[in-house]
């Protein structure tokens, strides 16, 4: 069980200092923050994802940072007050139209809601019928949605 103690930050910010311009490690560390267990991995990841020089449209950045989130860290994901979920549905609507592919990816992360708990399972349902009533989504997501709500 990994822990999240003091001085954690501080090392993954020195890794990531040292090591940054390595594409393959940068996709590690950035999945080493999204996957970490503390309470602050949302705001961390939203950071991260905000940051001018995160590279929004490489599939790759998406993957290890979002879709280490979204599969990866079950207890931040699928909080309680719904952040994570509402969170992952704002990524994939800025990423479906440029991605359709890594958009549907992350939303079936979405598959288990059935298994969550009552609070969970609505809160999950409303985003994905959310994303089905936006305009313009591309037939990939439309696809993933409409599966995962009819199981």
Request: proline share 3%; aromatic share 10%; hydrophobic share 40%.
């Amino acid at each position: 069980l990994m822990r999240w103690g003091e001085g954690a930050e501080k090392h993954l910010a020195h890794f990531h200092d040292t090591f940054g311009q390595n594409t393959l490690v940068r996709d590690k560390w950035l999945g080493l923050m999204a996957r970490a267990p503390d309470k602050n991995c949302l705001d961390r990841v939203r950071e991260i994802y905000a940051d001018k020089d995160f590279a929004r449209t490489n599939p790759n950045r998406i993957y290890a940072l979002i879709g280490s989130f979204v599969r990866g860290n079950v207890a931040q994901f699928t909080r309680a007050d719904g952040a994570g979920f509402e969170f992952a549905a704002k990524v994939t609507k800025e990423i479906d139209p440029i991605n359709p592919h890594v958009s549907a990816n992350i939303m079936g992360a979405f598959g288990q809601w059935r298994k969550w708990e009552t609070n969970r399972r609505h809160k999950a349902q409303e985003i994905m019928k959310d994303l089905l009533t936006q305009k313009q989504i591309s037939d990939e997501l439309r696809d993933i949605l409409t599966r995962s709500l009819a199981e």
